[in-house]
Each structure stands twice: as structure tokens, then as C-alpha cells.
Nanobody, 127 residues
Framework: QVQLVESGGGLVAAGDSLRLSCVVSGRTINIYTMAWFRQAPGKEREFVAAIDRGGAATFFAGSVKGRFTISRNNAMNTVSLQMYSLKPEDTAVYYC????????????????????WGQGTQVTVSS
């Protein structure tokens, strides 16, 4: 069974930084695109960032580009999201996801491209 477990969320002040981690078990991630999505209260889940299987290509939502970075450690089967200059509008539950299909190109911003998700970790940014 594939499981993704996120950690690192919390309550921070605007302008602070936070690092989220996701540990994957049951599937070796080195051939899969990985991504982070988030869902704020009353809003739909939205794409945040993705990283291709080798880590050479990264993709970001416009709202976080320049403030967030995504990385992966295939040897440890983990993916991380480093968040800088956090804003109150970044408040959400953050989810880690693994692509449905290995090797093939992925519509990285589309949630249906991913078949397993973590339970989420809450990030709250106070103003």
C-alpha cells in the first residue's frame, strides 16, 4: 500500500519560513513526478509546486514562484517544500502527491495526474 506522510506544518508569522517534508512508502519515487497542493478553507484544492522524477525540472504556481522551492531525495524517498516569506494567504492544508504514471510526462498542475495523496499538514500564517 502506498502511503505519503507530510510533516512540518505549523503556525508562523507573516514573513517567516517553513519547510514541509513528505515521506513515501510502498512506491519508489525515483520514476515519478511529485507535487504539493494546498487547500484553504472554503476553497478548492490548488496546485503549489511539482518536481520531475530526476529533480532537474520544477514547476510553481504563480502565487508562490520566487518564494517556495521544491526538492526531492530519491534515496530517502522524500520530497520537501521550502517556503519563504510566508503570507497569510498561504494558510492552508498542504498535501503531498505522487504521479499516477511513471516516466511519462505529467500535467503537473492537474490533481487527477496524481493517484496517492498524504493526509495533509496545516500551515497557518498570522498577519
Amino acid at each position: 500500500q502506498v502511503q505519503l506522510v507530510e510533516s512540518g506544518g505549523g503556525l508562523v508569522a507573516a514573513g517567516d519560513s517553513l519547510r514541509l517534508s513528505c515521506v513515501v512508502s510502498g512506491r519508489t519515487i525515483n520514476i515519478y513526478t511529485m507535487a504539493w497542493f494546498r487547500q484553504a478553507p472554503g476553497k478548492e484544492r490548488e496546485f503549489v509546486a511539482a518536481i520531475d522524477r530526476g529533480g532537474a525540472a520544477t514547476f510553481f504556481a504563480g502565487s508562490v514562484k520566487g518564494r517556495f522551492t521544491i526538492s526531492r531525495n530519491n534515496a530517502m524517498n522524500t520530497v520537501s517544500l521550502q517556503m519563504y516569506s510566508l503570507k497569510p494567504e498561504d494558510t492552508a492544508v498542504y498535501y503531498c502527491a505522487i504521479a499516477r504514471n511513471p516516466f511519462s510526462s505529467v500535467q503537473y498542475h492537474v490533481s487527477d495526474s496524481y493517484d496517492y495523496w498524504g493526509q495533509g499538514t496545516q500551515v497557518t500564517v498570522s498577519s
